[in-house]
Each structure stands twice: as structure tokens, then as C-alpha cells.
């Protein structure tokens, strides 16, 4: 079995939930109860999916083994991302990015309208049948502390994937937040205003935006796509107060699509 096949495997059930609507700024928008099934044929060489929205036409698809692709990439734990290949200018630009806990779901979908700027956010959380949790929505505070966690890599290339050891630490200070990641031999340091439920990096080349959202949800954007910079967009996801996933798209400097990384992290007790 590929790993992409069992990453989809994981997805199987019937997932009730909602698309949810969010503007730039990530303010809640229209709320429409969805329900998505994906089933596994006898042969157990077939997945077929269905969605389902309120005053919507059905949509159906099929996957055959061994998987969708590597242009969507699956991870083992039924994590994935699918998304514009290359962004250029003029040209819409966007991601889905899922991620998966148990019998909860969580996925965004972030577009840019003329490739350069946030235009929406669609946000849709989802439980597998009898299953009703759902995270409280993401505050700025719900991120501070030390976080231990493992990143998995995947390459557009097909190159074999990268598993890093991660260590992350936010703190907080009045209005601003810092954060030092240390991953390999590298440490990345970052400074952000907070405004609101958001935070602003104004630091090096690309300045970015990370966004508070309902269900525990975050969203970090690029402020305006700028031409000939790598840059990344990233979902992440407060399962439970001190379990956060994150999803990372990377594209390089003339706007193809690198890689894309999962991270899972544990805040350590002592931040508890």
C-alpha cells in the first residue's frame, strides 16, 4: 500500500460539518451545513466521494489506487494539501489544506484573487459520524509557550521526504510576540505585532499575517504575493490546548510549488 493511498484510507466515513465563509480579515461570513462521504469499493481499489451542501448540486468523485497524485499529497495520518502548482500574477492562486485528528476534520481553503492577495477564507470543520466536538475559536494567548514537535516534508520533485525534529517558543510581551523556532541546525527568529486576534511580521522580505479563526483555526498569508520571492502559506489547527497542527505549502522564486510540510507540536507542561 503507498503511503498516499493509506493517507486517504484515513478520510473514509461519513463527515458532517459546515463551510464557513471569512473575509480577509477573518471575520465570519455565511454558514452552510455540508455532509461529505467517501467510501471504499469491495475491490478495495476505488474511493468514491460525494459532498453535499444546502441548495447545491451534488458532487461526486472517484480515486483509484494508488492515489489522487503526488501533486496532492497525502500523509500516512490522512493529512493533505492541494493547491495551484505556480503562482503568477493575474491569475487566481490557492490552497485546501486538511488536516485530521480522530473522528475531527479541519480544512481551509485560502484564495487569491489576481495571485497577489487574500481575497477569502473557507473554512470547514467537520466530524465523522456521532462525533460533535469542535475546538473553541484561536486566540493570540492560545499560542504562547514552548512547543516539541516533529515536521514531515514532501517534495514536488519526489525526492524521499525529510522528518525534523522541531522546537518552537512564543512569548509574549504587550503588544508584540516573538517566536524562535530551531529545527536541523537552523534557528529562525521573528518579531509580530498584535492586533486584535491577528498577528503582523513586518520583518524580511515578505511580510506576513497570521490570522485567529473559529475552531481553533489559524491562518498565515503573505500580506501581497510579491514577484521573484519565495514565500509560504500555512493552516494550523489547536486540536486541544497543547496539540497544534500546522500544514506548510513552500514555493521558490519563480512561484512554483516546493514542498509541503506537516508539523505536529505538544506545548510543554510547564506552559500549561
Excluded at 27 to 56: I, N, Y
Excluded at 124 to 152: K, Y
Excluded at 253 to 264: A, F, H, N, P, Q
Aim: with cysteine; proline share 6%.
Amino acid at each position: 500500500m503507498t503511503p498516499q493511498w493509506q493517507g486517504l484510507l484515513q478520510n473514509l466515513g461519513i463527515w458532517h460539518g459546515s463551510f464557513t465563509q471569512l473575509s480577509p480579515q477573518g471575520v465570519q461570513g455565511q454558514d452552510t451545513p455540508s455532509q461529505v462521504t467517501l467510501r471504499l469499493s469491495e475491490d478495495e481499489k476505488t474511493v468514491f466521494f460525494s459532498l453535499q451542501r444546502e441548495a447545491s448540486p451534488e458532487i461526486t468523485l472517484q480515486f483509484n489506487y494508488p492515489g489522487p497524485g503526488l501533486q496532492v499529497p497525502f500523509f500516512e495520518n490522512g493529512c493533505f494539501s492541494q493547491g495551484s502548482l505556480q503562482h503568477a500574477p493575474y491569475t487566481q492562486f490557492g490552497a485546501e489544506f486538511a488536516l485530521i485528528e480522530g473522528d475531527r476534520r479541519l480544512r481551509l481553503v485560502q484564495l487569491f484573487a489576481q495571485g497577489t492577495a487574500l481575497t477569502s477564507l473557507t473554512l470547514i470543520r467537520e466530524n465523522r459520524a456521532g462525533n460533535l466536538v469542535q475546538s473553541p475559536p484561536l486566540t493570540v494567548d492560545a499560542l504562547v509557550g514552548t512547543w516539541e514537535g516533529e515536521a514531515i516534508t514532501l517534495y514536488a520533485d519526489y525526492r524521499s521526504p525529510d522528518v525534523t525534529p522541531t522546537h518552537l517558543k512564543v512569548e509574549r510581551e504587550g503588544d508584540r510576540l516573538t517566536q524562535t523556532l530551531q529545527f536541523d541546525s537552523h534557528t529562525i527568529q521573528s518579531s509580530a505585532q498584535i492586533k486584535g486576534n491577528s498577528l503582523h511580521f513586518n520583518e524580511g522580505a515578505q511580510s506576513m499575517q497570521l490570522l485567529c479563526l473559529p475552531g481553533g483555526a489559524s491562518a498565515l498569508i503573505p500580506q501581497q504575493i510579491a514577484p521573484r520571492t519565495p514565500f509560504v502559506i500555512e493552516t494550523g489547527w489547536l486540536v486541544e490546548p497543547n496539540l497544534r497542527k500546522r500544514i506548510v505549502r513552500n514555493y521558490g522564486d519563480r512561484g512554483e510549488w516546493v514542498s509541503i510540510t506537516l508539523v505536529t507540536e505538544c506545548r510543554s507542561a510547564s506552559n500549561t
